[in-house]
């Protein structure tokens, strides 16, 4: 008992100025686990959990994450604080310090290495072994392979604890902690059952969690005397500190919704498509995928909210996860959610995090906030042995306040946002999930447990595909519902959704879908769960809520060879304007959607002159965030719904934009011109035409119209498309799209009932759709389109979580193998799940003889140091991504102002100085800023955007 009595866990540094013994925070995590089986656990990862230890879930759970630490009780570890050491030396416990110390043999290694033995000792099975020991080794954030354990040949053994008296010792801590903890002992402890890979990962993260809890020092301060170590005493603690942290889950156990229940939560009576997303989510006979297809407006995330409410009440989840193509598109399903679940319970809006890199500009979420300075991540009592090794990122979170109205600041820290009972964010966080990073089962835990709706799903290309089906696959096995939402979904991507999930639900490589029914008519629900190992289908379809709207189609030709690329695009706009002239002639409003920023901004800069500044606006990506948020949201007010807050609409007005118009943008327009795209991105931006009812239209534009540009057809030879086009999506399909385009010209489209049908001929395999003059080109355009799908889906497979091959894996053995080491910053992780160049955001400041200015004006500083809490919201205000061609000379040219430097939101920012007379040179680039044009770049040798395929 003096050996167990000297053996620390954290040093007085980190734990509030007294030595904490292992003894005590391994009990503090039991402890804490306890309170989150208590006040946070999903329904269904109890039953999984008591149905794996004969219905001690609680006591085995709380078992699990204490003993995660007891690695410590080893020379590599308790020789890292002198103090501790010294105690631990006196006690009897030696080892040869040089040796050790050259070993770098981490704790949580040590850990996995010990209850390889220990559990074997007690007479545990060889398959109970096998998964457990992953979670102990892994609770850093990265799970080893089991050879890397072969600690015992490093430095002769020295690390990890030579001699008896260290194995006694080891024993014993992992003994008294087990019989303290409420167990008769070791063996005892041995579950019946082997969970899913998916639910060792979900566990392994709840571990970290509970681990990371129990190390905030303010709530659990030293205990240095054996005799004052008892699991009440840790669970006195643990309820006090869950409490001041503000913690606690989503739901719990959820009624089953009654049949009047979406009339209750959204003011309305179900469509049609909703009501069949309600039956189908009320009738799937096990947590399964529902994938609704549905026209745009048709109210597809009412149905998919509800369909969650549904799933969550049958199956045991406590909460919900939303996923959004963008951010932009995740900021009004914010409010949107929120609005939801204040219908189910008030208190759950307090619940709801919003997950994107651009939440600080959300006014609803910054409104929510207590205003607290404190930094989520500041009060981890850390441990020395993790500064050397570069571990100590993960750290810990402040409290909540009664007064806060969004989840509890220990959610908000690094890593932990997906924990919340609720989210919202970008499908980036679900495809994070999906990679093998550091920490990456605290992303899983967040995710399991909880319903997942991801919407536009369509939109994610063949790279990003990859993480979303390895995201289905662990989904799938860990049996979480999951809704996925679209308008135009090619029937390729639906049956490779559907085999992933089931792929993961079977524990295994592949799932053969060829008996998966098509949808018969549109819109459409799939659902496909697996029961007894059988795949189970339901496919059923409703009549559509709007009548089709008959939409003309309008080719414009883009007249090219012309001696300089300015001539043509010059005459490209003047084309353009005239059109425009005679469709606006009586008035109405028109949405042009250009596929680059600077073909958007001359396209802006001629409608100008043509129309007066009062009726051209202009929407892209290259503009401040302030100007951005403020133009969108004056393009929804004079475009939105009408007579939602008494805004007229505007006799005439033309919206200039990129994609940022295409999905989940709430405008309603006359006409619209679109440069040729994919044809299913193409039938997103017809949505966003003749939107809403009650809308008075001139009679000139009564009848939609869509107009199509960007290419020029030349007889029977293969059109010419915009090279700029093709670089972006890939001549193949906008070969194909353009058939279809010009087979309807001086035609129409019956919108929507056409859409599956359209998306069908383009993305299918039949090979009438060009006609027989253009097939050697399309032959030629598919061979190349192949190829690059095949490579950008190779390019993918090194950051998988799951190795080709593995799938059929039963532990979380090696899982982090071959990862990049430490952790990536979010803008990195970016990187690795969307394909594509890199591109940095950079602030944008004013630079004088005096010092710098706010980009509105407002005095900075000789070093930017002026920074009141308006003063950094205006700064932040500024910030713009600027073109992947000038990341390079960014990276190597553009730093933090120096009164930045010790700003938590400002110290990582780049800042581009502008000045007045003369544009910023950027490598050799020459950068400017307007207020109605956004960033402009000239010089440098021309490129086209990276393709999109």
């Known amino acids: 008992m003096r050996q167990l009595g000297a053996l620390w866990g954290k040093s007085r540094q980190k734990a509030g100025g007294r030595i904490n013994l292992l003894l005590s925070h391994l009990l503090d995590t039991a402890a804490v686990a306890e309170q989150i089986w208590d006040n946070y656990l999903a329904p269904s990862t109890k039953r999984i959990l008591n149905a794996l230890s004969q219905g001690r879930g609680r006591l085995f759970f709380a078992w699990l994450c204490g003993v995660h630490d007891c690695g410590k009780a080893t020379p590599a570890f308790q020789r890292v604080d002198a103090d501790g050491a010294d105690a631990v030396r006196r006690a009897g416990l030696s080892w040869i310090e040089p040796v050790v110390q050259k070993a770098r043999w981490r704790h949580d290694k040590a850990g996995g290495t010990l209850v390889l033995r220990l559990l074997k000792e007690a007479g545990w099975e060889g398959e109970q072994i096998a998964w457990l020991w992953p979670l102990v080794a892994g609770h850093h954030g990265t799970v080893p392979s089991k050879g890397a354990l072969l600690g015992l040949r490093t430095g002769r053994g020295e690390p990890q604890g030579k001699g008896p008296a260290w194995a006694r010792v080891q024993a014993a801590v992992v003994e008294v902690f087990t019989r303290l903890v409420g167990f008769a002992d070791l063996a005892d402890v041995q579950p019946q059952r082997v969970p899913s890979r998916a639910v060792q990962l979900q566990l392994s993260g709840l571990v970290v969690m509970a681990d990371w809890i129990a190390s905030d020092e303010r709530h659990f301060p030293g205990v240095d005397d054996l005799a004052d170590v008892t699991m009440q005493g840790a669970r006195d603690r643990a309820v006090k500190a869950w409490g001041r942290l503000g913690l606690r889950g989503g739901w719990g156990r959820l009624d089953d919704p009654t049949q009047d229940a979406f009339a209750c939560r959204f003011d309305q009576t179900p469509r049609p498509s909703q009501e069949l997303v309600l039956d189908v989510a009320r009738r799937i006979p096990g947590p399964g995928l529902l994938i609704v297809e549905a026209p745009m407006g048709e109210g597809k995330t009412k149905a998919a909210l509800g369909a969650a409410e549904v799933l969550a009440a049958r199956f045991g989840a406590d909460g919900a996860f939303v996923g959004m193509p963008t951010q932009a598109t995740s900021d009004p399903m914010f409010s949107q959610v929120r609005a939801w679940l204040n219908k189910i319970d008030p208190e759950l809006t307090r619940q709801v995090a919003l997950l994107h890199g651009k939440r600080m500009f959300n006014k609803e979420w910054q409104s929510l906030l207590d205003g607290s300075d404190a930094d989520p991540d500041s009060f981890y009592g850390g441990i020395e042995e993790d ?563």
């Open 387 to 949: 500064d050397l090794y570069g571990l100590a990122d993960s750290p810990f979170g402040g409290e909540g306040t009664a007064e806060r109205q969004a989840p509890a600041e220990w959610f908000l820290g690094r890593k932990r946002g997906l924990l919340s009972p609720f989210v919202v964010g970008t499908i980036d966080q679900l495809l994070f999930a999906a990679t093998r990073t550091k920490h990456v089962m605290l992303r899983a835990a967040g995710l399991m447990g909880k319903v997942v709706v991801l919407d536009e799903v369509h939109a994610a290309d063949v790279y990003m595909s990859q993480f979303l089906l390895e995201g289905l696959r662990w989904l799938g096995q860990a049996q979480v519902p999951v809704v996925l939402l679209s308008a135009t979904l090619p029937p390729a991507q639906r049956s490779a959704f559907v085999a992933a999930y089931l792929a993961g639900a079977a524990s295994a490589e592949t799932f053969d879908v060829t008996d998966l029914p098509p949808p018969q008519s549109y819109p459409s629900v799939t659902a496909a769960c697996l029961v007894d190992g059988r795949a189970v289908y339901d496919v059923d379809d409703a009549p559509q809520w709007r009548p089709d709207l008959d939409v003309t189609v309008t080719v414009l030709p883009e007249i090219h060879g012309a001696d300089t690329v300015e001539e043509e695009s010059r005459q490209a706009e003047n084309d353009l304007a005239e059109l425009l002239l005679d469709r606006l002639a009586q008035g109405g409003c028109a949405l042009v959607i250009r596929n680059t920023v600077p073909r958007a901004q001359h396209a802006y800069q001629v409608l100008r002159e043509r129309f007066g500044d009062g009726d051209v606006r202009l929407l892209h990506g290259r503009m401040t965030a302030h100007d951005r948020a403020e133009g969108t949201e004056e393009c929804l007010q004079l475009l939105g719904p009408p007579g939602k807050d008494g805004t007229r609409r505007p006799e005439r007005l033309i919206l200039v934009a990129t994609q940022l118009a295409e999905q989940s943008f709430d405008v309603d327009a006359d006409v619209l011109v679109t440069d040729l795209t994919a044809i299913d991105l193409l039938l997103q931006r017809l949505g966003r035409m003749h939107r809403h009812d009650g809308v008075a239209r001139p009679a000139r534009v009564r009848r939609p119209e869509v107009i199509i540009t960007g290419f020029a057809p030349h007889g029977e030879k293969a059109p010419w498309i915009l090279p700029a086009s093709e670089a972006i999506y890939g001549r193949y399909l906008l070969l194909r799209t353009a058939a279809m385009v010009c087979a309807a010209d001086g035609g129409s489209w019956s919108v929507p009932s056409e859409v599956p049908r359209l998306v069908e001929r383009v993305y299918g395999d039949a090979t009438d759709v060009v006609p027989p003059a253009w097939s050697a080109d399309e032959q030629q355009a598919r061979q190349k389109w192949t190829a690059q799908q095949e490579e950008r889906a190779r390019s993918a497979e090194h950051f998988l979580l799951t190795r080709a091959g593995e799938h059929t894996n039963g532990t979380l053995d090696s899982l982090h193998y071959g990862a990049a080491p430490g952790s990536l910053a979010e803008h990195r992780l970016e990187a690795v799940v969307r394909d594509g160049e890199r591109s940095l955001e950079v602030i944008l400041v004013r630079e004088d003889q005096r010092g710098y200015h706010t980009l509105a004006g407002r005095w900075l500083g000789v070093n930017g140091e002026a920074l009141s809490d308006d003063v950094v919201e205006e700064v932040l205000g500024a910030t713009v991504r600027l073109p992947s061609k000038l990341t390079e000379p960014a990276e190597r040219e553009l730093a933090p102002l120096d009164g930045w430097r010790s700003h938590p939101w400002l110290k990582h920012s780049r800042a581009l100085k502008l000045t007045a007379d003369t544009p910023t040179t950027l490598g050799e680039y020459h950068v400017r800023y307007d207020e109605k044009l956004g960033l402009l770049v000239d010089g440098g040798s021309r490129r086209p955007p990276r393709r999109r395929t």
